[in-house]
């Protein structure tokens, strides 16, 4: 019952991003479909449905991204009741922070990988001798799947703490992992990425492994505050 309140806030905070992002979602079509006016490459769509569509998804991603503080308070509601009393005073600092990390890995895919990734595959065609004619859609999709899976996949130091505060790992755990999680890191940017080339490989598995070693570092931060508060004794019965 608790976890299906929570989702019902979410998609209620949703909700309000999205009519908010119905008056920025036009710039955000023009920003998203630069990269291709570089290489004199139109945008065309194929079915008289097929732009509107594209506009509400597009207003829709946005609505998450505007939207991530309140739901990011959602799943802190969610998991609070397991944490101490003075745990939960980071409320505040995990949906602050775990705000920018989506903010910035959807930024980090629009201005670094979407971009370079976008030249490398229609110069690869040009090149064979093809005529690109992308539609709005498909391309459209192609952005907003790797600005949803940066957003995400920054948020990696926040999971990993609320993971350490609830028990389910350990710094050391973690620690000791180091070399599996660079592993997992680089296959994890293999298929996430666009190209197959090891730039844009290590453009995604270099910040996951930053990251990571990041959530270590607050990990140890809060498992070192939760040892240091003595447990609150119970009070005697009469």
């Keep these: 019952g608790e976890l299906r309140t929570r989702i019902m806030w979410s998609v209620a905070s949703a909700g309000v991003g999205i009519l908010i992002a119905f008056f920025i979602t036009d710039p955000a079509m023009r920003f998203i479909s630069r990269p291709l006016l570089s290489m004199k490459t139109e945008l065309v769509f194929t079915s008289p449905t097929e732009a509107f569509w594209t506009w509400m998804k597009v207003a829709m991603v946005l609505g998450i991204f505007i939207s991530m503080p309140g739901i990011l308070f959602q799943v802190w ?9 003075h745990e939960k005073k980071y409320a505040a600092p995990f ?6 990390l989506f903010l910035i890995g959807g930024a980090f895919a629009m201005l670094i990988i979407i971009p370079y990734a976008s030249n490398f595959l229609v110069t ?8 690109p004619m992308l539609t709005v859609s498909s391309y459209t999709d192609f952005v907003i799947k790797f600005a949803l899976a940066f957003g995400v996949v920054f948020e990696l130091p926040v999971v990993i703490t609320i993971l350490s505060l609830i028990g389910v790992v350990t710094p050391q755990f973690l620690s000791r992992n180091r070399k599996y999680a660079i592993l997992v890191n680089f296959d994890i940017a293999a298929i996430l990425t666009p190209t197959p080339d090891m730039i844009n490989q290590t453009l995604m598995a270099g910040p996951l492994c930053i990251l990571y070693e990041v959530g270590i570092i607050c990990a140890r931060l809060a498992t070192r505050k939760r040892k240091a508060t003595p447990p609150v004794e119970p009070a005697p019965t009469p």
């Design 124 to 131: 690869f065609g040009q090149e064979k001798g093809w005529k």
């Design 95 to 100: 949906i602050i922070i775990g705000s920018l």
């Design 77 to 85: 509601k969610f998991v609070a009741p397991g944490l101490h009393e």
